[in-house]
């Protein structure tokens, strides 16, 4: 588990990160978002013990990472693929992380097979494509067998198979208990995978809430009714208090109302209702919106 308390970081006159509250879980994804330059690296730095805070404080396992006995047996970071001298295979690599830690070096091929890097292992990390050193990146933030993962923005610039492999990875790293904290500029990527997400704008916190209820908090969801008397169903549904537009000739289109209460009301009217569908906003759109109401946020002087 992590737990930041009032954090706030400033660089020159400039806040990064600015009273920013919130704990990140075990046994579920969570997603890290907010658009570039909002924040998000310079905390995960400053919860690794990276950057020093200008105010707050950080617990890992309940403690702060620096008095962490052991750490990479704590925590696991993705911070920056590059970090791999290149005249170095995959596996020297990770004996050398290995043997710093202190770690079990039969830890290294475990690591190598968890993230199918077996075959690759004896070959230059210099010669490995993006999606390998991602690959090898990851292996290193498991060696210690942590309980926390931290991801900065992993998939970035990965082909979609690599997308998918990364995506699958951190949920079934989830599903084992583990507290995986992954960033992402891009919403559309921690549509499938994230349960839970922190929304954080110009340093500041905007939103910490599960993945579902941000979508139905923040989604303009319609229904599409579709009626034998569409006249008759826009006098009754108005006259409750919706929103509601013709669609084509037997179909209406209703906001402000749910499904029941469109049943309900139409029932009690007499009118017939042939088919009702939702249409459901995606996690982008309620993003969009959130971030849009977090517009007051925008532009922190120190
Ligand atoms: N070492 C530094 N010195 C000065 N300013 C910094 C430093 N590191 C970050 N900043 C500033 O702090 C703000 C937050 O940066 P940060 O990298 O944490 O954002 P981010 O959300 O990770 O963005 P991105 O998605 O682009 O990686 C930015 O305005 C950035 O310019």
New binding site residues.
């Given amino acids: 588990m992590i737990e930041i308390e009032d954090l706030s ?1 400033r ?2 006159d ?1 806040y ?2 600015r009273d920013l509250t919130f704990s990140v879980f075990p046994g579920r994804v969570t997603g890290f978002l ?12 400053a919860v690794l013990g990276l ?1 020093l805070p200008t105010a707050g404080r950080i617990r890992v396992d309940g403690r702060p990472y620096a008095a962490l006995e052991r750490p990479l047996t704590h925590v696991g970071m993705l911070l920056d693929a590059g970090g791999v001298h290149p005249g170095r295979s995959a596996r020297q690599h990770l004996r050398a992380v290995a043997a710093a830690g202190r770690l079990p070096a039969r830890r290294v091929d475990e690591v190598l097979a968890r993230v199918g890097l077996t075959d690759a292992a004896g070959r230059r990390a210099g010669e490995f494509s993006l999606g390998m050193r991602q690959r090898l990146g990851i292996a290193t933030a498991l060696l210690g067998d942590p309980g926390i993962l931290l991801l ?2 992993p998939v970035n610039g990965l082909d979609p198979e690599g997308v998918r492999w990364i995506r699958d990875l951190m949920k079934s790293l989830a599903a084992e208990g583990r507290t995986v904290f992954v ?1 992402s ?1 891009l919403m559309s990527e921690m549509e499938n995978t994230a349960d839970h997400l922190v929304v ?1 704008g110009r ?1 500041r916190l905007i939103a910490d809430i599960p993945a579902g209820e941000l979508i139905e908090r923040y989604s303009d969801g319609f229904l599409s009714v579709r009626t034998t008397d569409p006249g008759r169903l826009i006098t009754v549904l108005a006259a409750a208090g919706a929103q509601v537009t013709p669609e084509n000739a037997d179909t209406v289109r209703v906001d402000g109302l749910s499904g029941d209460a469109v049943a309900r009301l139409a029932h009690q009217a007499g009118v017939l209702v042939l088919e009702t569908a939702r249409h459901a906003t995606s996690l982008e759109d309620a993003y969009l919106r959130l971030t849009d109401a977090a517009v007051e946020y925008r532009g922190v002087p120190a």
Avoid: F, L, Q, W
Avoid at 34 to 45: D, I, L, V
């Fill in positions: 970081k660089y020159g400039r990064a990160v907010g658009p570039n330059g909002s924040g998000k690296s310079t905390t995960m730095r950057d900065d923005e960033s500029h954080i340093g």
